[in-house]
């Protein structure tokens, strides 16, 4: 009798266990990373749940990853994990995979046991990794056709399958399936997977389920973003923040019944990046949504006083880009809506203000020709970045002015209108600075073209001195060489890191604002790049927060040395909440079935 009632307890099923779900407040030095609306995803939760691992930053803004056990209080950083970002945790729970963004975008794999990070991958490397149950890395290439994979211990990069594509689209996010027979990945409109300026919203993302021997998609649904589920479920986000599930099959890598809703309220930012993890035990972990905060463009002095250019201008906008007429009477900024951006142009202080740019998908970074009667800015059309021009005043038709192999980024015409210059796209951590003499030549050629990223050009005024961003030194810093011979010397201007570099205009003084965009610093260039001295000219007020963007300067100095900037008073951009559910399979469950 005992043993049948041993065996009936036995047989008995297992109550289900409470779902609990609560907000967590990371401390100050410890809190996610957040640096807009093109931020890439933070979390990873081990497959116990038992532990997260996160992308936050250090003391000089750097991004790196965070390991916080659920059983402490604390979290500690993980050495090594500088400039990461998109922690995946192996299936082992042992050992966590990033991508890290320093000397171009290179295949990270950290012990949790301690060690320093290991490089698997250092080239060839599209988009974010999926640990596969073969203890392989898997990745797409830079094309975002074929995946690629890699041993998780080091070893040769192989090309996998090209997935079966449609004209127009990119793949992101991918996802290995547990079998290993397919992965998951995200079709985005390739207009929009290299935007990520400001706020401007990706649109028809489709979530795909491809076989790994094929190449053909099996399943498909419109979302942000996918993930298997070790409940047996395609769990997929949408572009309007809803947590959505469906039952599938991974043997025949099907749906087998139709998707359900689940929880509102998920952080979907561009080109469907997602912060949501799920352990194989069912613990959810995801952020809440996060804006960007309205701007006002504001005249700041010397000695850091503000100013709103013009009262009545206040719009709930995303502003990114801003640039001052030669003469400082009006200003080209970009204005973005809900779903493309464009160049409009202001009369200082407080004249009209008309729109510019009515084509493309996404219009920016405005430069002013020297005599002011042009605009050129960059335009995202058909899936790539080309430079456009147009009269200041909107009259006359818009016509191309570059049409190049490599996406075109930030345009600097110099001050007697014989130069341009311009900033393009080159190999992951390759970006390179162009110039051509404007009626010379037919295409620009190679100024400063090295093995790192280097960018945002800004051309003394008299043309004598070119002053850049690179990354050479393992961070962003400014550096000036003489132009147009720029090999005949190198000077580096910041020593603690440094972007956005910008001339005063009569060309005495080189500022630069420091990485956190929180203070601008001046160089005094009378003596040349190689007598500079260099001293912190503007802390900028602690209860105003300005807008900062290390590839697209955002600010300007004005003839009469003021500077203008846009100012977010007392509210800057802001991160979602970091929101863990526990037991949520359980709801899964009821809601859609096992």
């Not at 919203?201 to 099996?218: A, I, P, T, Y």
């Amino acid at each position: 009798m005992l043993l049948l009632v041993a065996a009936a307890s036995l047989l008995r099923p297992e109550p289900p266990r409470p779902v609990s779900r609560f907000i967590v407040s990371l401390p100050d030095g410890e809190a996610l990373f957040f640096s807009g609306q093109g931020n890439l995803p933070r979390l990873a939760i081990a497959p116990n749940g038992s532990e997260l691992v996160y992308v936050g930053e250090d003391a000089g803004r750097r991004t790196r990853l965070w390991h916080r056990r659920f059983s402490e209080l604390h979290a500690q950083p993980l050495p090594g994990t500088e400039n990461a970002w998109v922690p995946m945790f192996a299936p082992d729970g042992e050992r966590v995979a990033f991508i890290a963004s320093q000397d171009g975008i290179r295949v990270k794999v950290a012990s949790l046991g301690g060690g320093p990070p290991m490089t698997v991958a250092d080239s060839g490397v599209g988009s974010t990794v999926t640990w596969g149950p073969d203890d392989h890395l898997y990745f797409l290439d830079p094309t975002n056709r074929i995946v690629r994979r890699v041993p998780a211990g080091g070893g040769a990069v192989e090309d996998v399958v090209t997935l079966e594509s449609s004209e127009g689209v990119n793949y992101e996010w991918p996802h290995m399936l547990p079998s290993g027979r397919g992965i998951v990945v995200t079709a985005v409109p390739s207009s929009e997977t290299q935007q990520v300026q400001g706020s401007v919203r990706s649109r028809e993302l489709q979530v795909h389920v491809f076989e790994l021997e094929s190449g053909e998609s099996r399943a498909s649904v419109a979302g942000a973003q996918g993930f298997y589920s070790a409940s047996g479920h395609l769990v997929y986000v949408t572009q309007e923040g809803t947590l959505m599930a469906a039952p599938f099959d991974e043997r025949r890598l099907s749906l087998t019944g139709r998707p359900t809703s689940l929880l509102e309220e998920v952080d979907v930012r561009v080109a469907g990046i997602t912060d949501v993890a799920i352990s194989d035990n069912g613990t959810l972990v995801y952020t809440s949504p996060s804006f960007n905060a309205p701007e006002e463009p504001a005249w700041i002095t010397r000695a850091g006083a503000a100013q709103k250019i013009d009262p009545d201008w206040v719009r709930d906008v995303e502003f990114e880009g801003i640039a001052l007429s030669p003469d400082g009477s009006r200003l080209a900024v970009v204005i973005e809506s809900e779903d493309r951006a464009d160049v409009w142009v202001k009369q200082l202080d407080r004249g009209p203000l008309s729109r510019l740019t009515f084509e493309g998908d996404y219009n920016g970074y405005p430069a002013w020709t020297a005599d002011g009667q042009y605009i050129s800015y960059g335009s995202l059309r058909n899936g790539e970045w080309n430079t456009w021009i147009k009269r200041a005043d909107g009259s006359g038709p818009e016509e191309p002015l570059l049409d190049l192999e490599r996406d075109i980024w930030v345009t600097e015409w110099s001050r007697n209108g014989a130069w341009l210059l311009v900033s393009v796209e080159g190999p992951p951590g390759t970006d390179d600075i162009l110039a051509m003499r404007v009626g010379v030549d037919s295409v620009p050629t190679p100024v400063v073209a090295g093995a790192f990223d280097e960018y945002e050009p800004a051309l003394s005024p008299n043309a004598r001195w070119l002053a850049y961003v690179s990354e050479e030194s393992g961070q962003a810093e400014v550096y000036v060489r003489p132009f147009p011979n720029t090999a005949d010397g190198k000077w580096q201007i910041s020593t603690d890191g440094g972007n956005e570099p910008a001339w005063s205009r009569d060309g005495s003084e080189l500022f630069f604002r420091s990485l956190d965009g929180q203070s601008i610093s001046v160089a005094d260039m009378r003596g040349g790049p190689s007598s500079a001295s260099r001293r912190v000219l503007l802390n900028l007020p602690p209860q105003n927060d300005y807008e900062a963007n290390q590839r697209n300067r955002l600010y300007d100095v004005a003839p009469d040395g003021r500077f203008v900037m846009l100012q977010r008073p007392g509210t800057p951009d802001v991160s979602g909440e970091l929101v863990i559910v526990q037991n949520w399979f359980e709801e899964l469950n009821e809601r859609i079935g096992s």
